[in-house]
């Protein structure tokens, strides 16, 4: 792959990454937000919320596997490689679990429906949710762990002490 293909997948990748984490972060948020000084309407409008927003999140982490995987090679070693495996986790967690609750959940909220059923899925999805944050936040710093040298030599290259001095 050239380096210009490598740097552009690069940059979706971190975008979609921040995406990720920026609207799972928001998704937990608002239900905790909700839950705790909501009226059952507005616990109804954040479900449904959550669900509607879901292909935007699936979509992001979808973009990421796939970057991911393009940047990292046939056989990923070191912090690509956790990352590769953190995701095997995110993945099915946000597929076999977020999604079916967020469904489940608004389903139950627009029907007024809060029993034990309810708050049982909804402590599940909080629980996976946090899960989720953690791996993607993760991920993210081993990210910047691995481009932190070439940002080093970028901020090198375009120090002032460096730049041609002004003509006087």
Known sequence: MNQNRRKIIGLLHAAAGMLALATVCVFMLSTLYAEAFGHPALVATVKTGILW????????????????????????????????????????????????????????????????????????????????????????????????????RRFVSTAPDRLPKART
Request: hydrophobic share 55%.
């Open 53 to 152: 927003g879901m292909p935007l999140l699936i979509l992001l982490m979808a973009s990421i596997g796939g970057s991911g995987l393009a940047l990292s090679g046939r056989s990923p070693k070191g912090h690509a490689a956790r990352k590769v495996g953190r995701m095997k986790i995110a993945g099915p967690i946000g597929l076999l679990v977020l999604a079916p609750a967020s469904v489940f959940l608004a389903w139950k909220a627009n029907a007024d429906s809060f029993d034990t059923a309810f708050y049982t899925v909804q402590v599940i999805e909080c629980i996976a949710g946090a899960i989720n944050i953690t791996l993607i936040a993760l991920n993210m710093r081993d990210g910047f762990a691995m481009t932190a040298g070439r940002r080093a």
